[in-house]
């Protein structure tokens, strides 16, 4: 864990030093961001650390389970650095859809719908002795994002 540590202090200083653009557009219109819509417009850095831990999310006939550790969902645009990390250690990771037209998505360092980046960005999952699952049952759909970019809207 020590050295997950220090690979996280060392992205996070990198990420303040490299510096951002800005774009104060907000997506080309003066009415700042909408709903389910994540716009950064400088240097952001989401870190999520887990040792010995648990982390669950479960949906049931129709349910969804959405799960972000360290993450952006929705309409993400960041005009300039970005880190997102997950370090784990000695620990579980799940999502779970079980029953009809349930839905479980999982994203870890990750962004999802329709991304826009121009800049620097740095997205890491470290998991040492760690379990990291996403399981669908009975007509059931789970979506798993890991230190990625998605865009996919539709994908839920």
């Known amino acids: 864990m020590k050295s997950i540590a220090l690979f996280t202090l060392s992205l996070i200083a990198t990420a303040a030093m490299a510096g951002a653009s800005h774009n104060n557009n907000n997506n080309n219109n003066n009415n700042g961001p909408q709903a389910s819509e994540v716009v950064i417009n400088g240097a952001s850095v989401q870190v999520t650390a887990l040792a010995n831990s648990g982390v669950g999310n479960k949906a049931d006939n129709g349910g969804k389970a959405t799960q972000n550790l360290a993450s952006n969902a929705g309409k993400v ?63 059931s759909r789970a979506v798993q994002n890991i230190s990625s970019n998605n865009g996919c809207t539709t994908c839920n």
């Open 77 to 139: 645009e960041i005009n300039g650095a970005s880190v997102q990390v997950v370090a784990a250690a000695s620990t579980g990771i799940w999502n779970e859809a079980n029953g009809n037209n349930a839905v479980a998505v999982n994203n870890l360092a990750s962004n999802y719908g329709d991304v826009t980046i121009n800049g620097l960005s740095v997205q890491v999952a470290a998991a040492l002795n760690s379990g990291i699952s996403n399981v669908a049952y009975a007509n």
